[in-house]
């Protein structure tokens, strides 16, 4: 079964940045979008941000201006980098990808916020 693995969590100060990936333990093949969630306390897990295979992209609101999704087709690689970052931004951050009859998603990285 593949695993998508993130990395890139910590604890930042508020107005500090992070930069997230997402890593397959195997190759997928035919990936077409890959996304961000996030699930902050006692909320439900929520879409960050989310690219296809052809580069679009589409943000929530709370993350346009501040938090650019990118990927590398080739490594199956995702990333997102987040900047002006604020405590409510702390929460669990999930990675995910979908083919055409498959999606796949990985264990989640701690994001805290705090100063």
């Known amino acids: 079964q593949v695993q998508l693995e993130e990395s890139g969590g910590g604890l930042v100060q508020p107005g500090g940045s992070l930069r997230l990936s997402c890593t397959p333990s195997a190759r997928v093949w035919r990936i077409t979008v890959m996304s961000w969630h996030r699930q902050v306390p006692g909320q439900q897990r929520e879409l960050v941000a989310a690219?296809?295979?052809?580069?679009?992209?589409n943000y929530a609101s709370f993350a346009k201006g501040r938090f650019a999704i990118s990927r590398d087709n080739y490594k199956n690689s995702m990333f997102l980098q987040m900047n002006m970052l604020q405590p409510e931004d702390t929460g669990v951050y999930f990675c995910r990808a979908e083919t055409s009859n498959m999606e796949f998603w990985g264990q989640g990285t701690q994001v805290t916020v705090s100063s």
């Open positions: 690219i296809t295979n052809g580069g679009r992209t």
